[in-house]
């Protein structure tokens, strides 16, 4: 009898190896890598030695005083925080619009998933032309419709950069967004709104009471997704703005970019990295209790 | 007798075998490139090297530059890196290779038969690829670069879009330009453009003047630390950029502008000036043949010391010193920076060769950029460095400027305060 809870136990072990195996490998020894690396103080060209180039916390105390870097994570707060609002909104207004019987539903699921399959760095570059100061279309639009006082630099003027990159992250991403909405919603059971319907519920009672409830694994799914793929923006700041005016579009990926290639620091790299890891792992645990305790309630 | 046979046999077979490993019959060597522009044309090279001699020249391209910067560097930690190669970087990277063993010390090699293959290249690139007695990174001297052409920055000028404000000459100084610039303005024209979104542009442009303004021994005192940069002289470096905001000397977008959008812009006589680089003649006839233009040195703030521009080698490449085919690549080097191979790159791609002797049928704006290699200079010949972070303090805090953030004086105590940081870090 133990001899067989022995054997099924190693064949469990046996079964979970390759997983183990592969997670460990691209994952656990990378982070383990960097974190090394986090400690020390080395350019990514010499022969890495460790002894040599170990100087304890000093890159991590360096980081927690680098404003250029909290003002980047802020910046990337920010785009995070528009793309939660109204990406999300836009998002599921759309998916609520699809999951009606209308006609030609499958034409605007396509439309909507456009835009997430098109390559950052077209859409940075076709939408840096749209915003450009002296040529671009929404100038020309601007001023064709009376509207020429509004007419900026939009990229290179510091009150908008931000907020325009932010919008286009959003018209990117809305689409992934839609697409599980629409996937949750449809698994909203029929009835239900049927029965709510003869209970003389209203549209908008039906959608507080019958799917708001039901949608809260969704919606917490989508909002853990839309913040770290957000905080991790980076291609279409490099094709849009690479950061600029200034530090006004500096976000967290390319701050460490700049510091592994830009000024050869692999070391504070390495540390903005794990501190920048350490902090979605953060958001995210939260954003989990966040979501038992949603759940519960 | 027939052992003796088998024995002579195998000792003539054996020898055979000995002189077929050591001598081949057909080597290759493996060169990793960057520059998709030139490809073309160095294909066409390897393809003649290869009828020459009898070695095949593998070309490897990986662009663009930031993707070769990553590859060169994983290569060097995992010593694959291929037998001939570019750094690029500040000259504290190519420091870091030549120590770290990746690069080949060709000083031998360029001064043999009296200098024959060193005398017939341009002082001013092989300068870049030069590490002094003493120099401040700790490298053996000598030269560990072969340069395969060169490049120097300057302004160009439309003169399509001067004729039509009524100007005849381009400006000398900076009054002028200032004034021409007024002249387009209000006739709805763009002033300069370039592509100071890449901020190591407006390093150079602020460096050009720090030259004409104080001098290359203030410059490199203030990089050793001797020097202040809120001192009054660096101010008005800073100043300029202000009082081109205020004049409306700037093309629109210019602080987050790349380098194509402005070449782009300047090509559609969209601005009447750009600061760009000698490789623009290549990408302006691209663009626009029709373009008319030429290359200016940026007009003088001051007479006191000479105006300086960026220049020097354009792309250097370098022996990988762990190569089991040292001599096969220097080789190459050598026949790639001889006459006819230099004259025809520079045909190809319009731009400057690395040999003196090859500087033939250019055209008029690439014999401009020829012409002002006397004022070039380059960060990379200066001997000492200036810390990234210094660096990248001062070029976003120039773009802080333009956009009207800051004033020329916040900014330069802003960078004092910086430098003082990172010196502080290095005692």
Not at chain 2, 267 to 288: D, E, H, I, Q, T
């Amino acid at each position: 009898m133990n001899n067989m809870r022995a054997k099924a136990v190693l064949q469990n072990y046996l079964f979970i190896l390759p997983a183990v195996l592969i997670f460990s490998i691209f994952y656990i020894y990378p982070f383990y890598k960097v974190f090394t690396l986090s400690l020390c103080q080395w350019d990514g060209i010499a022969q890495f030695d460790f002894a040599k180039t170990f100087i304890g916390f000093r890159n991590f105390i360096e980081l927690f005083q680098d404003k250029i870097w909290w003002g980047a994570m802020m910046q990337a707060g920010y785009i995070t925080l528009i793309a939660l609002t109204f990406q999300n909104a836009l998002a599921l207004m759309l998916a609520l619009a699809c999951d009606r019987d209308i006609k030609g539903g499958n034409i605007y699921r396509v439309i909507f998933y456009l835009p997430p399959v098109l390559s950052e760095v077209v859409v940075g570059l076709v939408w840096k032309w749209i915003y450009d100061g002296n040529y671009g279309l929404l100038n020309y639009w601007l001023t064709s419709a009376g509207l020429s006082s509004l007419v900026t630099d939009w990229l290179s003027n510091p009150k908008t950069a931000l907020t325009c990159v932010a919008i286009i992250h959003c018209w990117k991403g809305f689409g992934w967004g839609f697409i599980i909405f629409l996937a949750g919603l449809q698994t909203i059971p029929r009835q239900l709104y049927e029965a709510a319907k003869v209970d003389g519920a209203s549209g908008w009672q039906m959608f507080k009471n019958v799917t708001m409830p039901l949608m809260v694994p969704v919606f917490i799914l989508v909002s853990i997704l839309t913040v770290l793929g957000t905080m991790q923006v980076f291609v279409l700041i490099l094709s849009m703005t690479n950061g600029g005016p200034g530090y006004h579009t500096e976000v967290p990926v390319t701050r460490i970019l700049e510091s592994m290639v830009g000024s050869s620091r692999f070391g504070y790299a390495c540390s903005q990295g794990v501190m920048f890891g350490a902090a979605l792992l953060a958001i995210s645990f939260v954003q989990i209790k966040l979501s038992k305790y949603m759940k519960q309630a | 007798m027939s052992s003796s046979f088998i024995v002579f046999l195998s000792v003539f077979l054996v020898s055979c075998g000995q002189e077929a490993r050591e001598k081949p019959l057909v080597k290759s060597i493996k060169v990793w490139h960057w520059m998709s522009d030139r490809e073309d044309a160095f294909l066409e090279l390897a393809k003649r090297y290869e009828t020459e001699k009898g070695i095949k020249v593998d070309l490897e391209l990986y662009a663009p530059s930031d993707a070769y910067t990553q590859k060169v560097r994983a290569a060097a930690q995992t010593n694959t890196l291929p037998d001939i190669f570019g750094v690029l970087g500040v000259k504290r990277d190519f420091a870091s290779f030549v120590k770290s063993n990746y690069v080949y010390d060709l000083t031998e090699e360029m001064n043999r038969d009296n200098g024959a293959w060193k005398n017939k290249l341009f002082a001013k690139a092989l300068a870049v690829n030069e590490f002094e007695q003493d120099n401040s990174f700790g490298v053996k001297p000598g030269i560990y670069g072969a340069p395969i052409d060169v490049t120097n920055i300057q302004m160009l000028y439309n003169k399509d879009l001067l004729e039509a404000v009524g100007v005849n000459k381009p400006p000398k100084t900076w009054k002028d330009l200032i004034e021409v610039t007024r002249k387009l303005r209000a006739k709805g024209m763009q002033g300069l453009v370039s592509g100071w979104g890449e901020t190591w542009m407006i390093d150079c442009f602020a460096s050009n003047y720090a030259f004409n303004i104080m001098g290359k021994d203030k410059i490199l005192d203030t990089i050793r630390g001797k020097v202040s940069y809120a001192d009054p002289d660096w101010v008005k470096v800073f100043d300029l950029f202000r009082e081109m905001r205020d004049e409306g000397a700037l093309a629109s977008g210019i602080v987050t502008m790349v380098n194509k959008t402005a070449e782009q812009i300047f090509a559609n006589n969209r601005a009447a000036f750009a600061f760009n680089g000698s490789w623009c003649v290549n990408v302006y006839k691209g663009m626009n043949p029709n373009l008319n233009y030429g290359a200016m040195l940026p007009p003088e703030v001051s007479d006191k010391y000479p105006m300086a521009i960026w220049g020097g080698a354009g792309s250097s490449f370098m022996v990988n010193k762990q190569s089991k085919d040292i001599q096969a690549s220097v080789d190459f080097l050598k026949w790639l920076t001889d006459a006819p191979q230099q004259v025809f790159l520079s045909k190809e791609t319009q731009g400057l060769p690395s040999n003196k002797y090859s500087l033939k049928d250019m055209p008029m704006a690439l014999s401009q950029f020829a012409n002002a290699m006397d004022n070039a200079t380059h960060p990379n010949v200066w001997g000492v460095s200036e810390s990234p972070i210094v660096i990248e303090a001062f070029d976003k805090g120039i773009q802080s400027i333009i956009i009207g953030e800051k004033t020329p004086e916040q900014l330069a105590r802003e960078v004092q305060a910086v430098k003082e940081r990172e010196m502080a870090k290095n005692q």
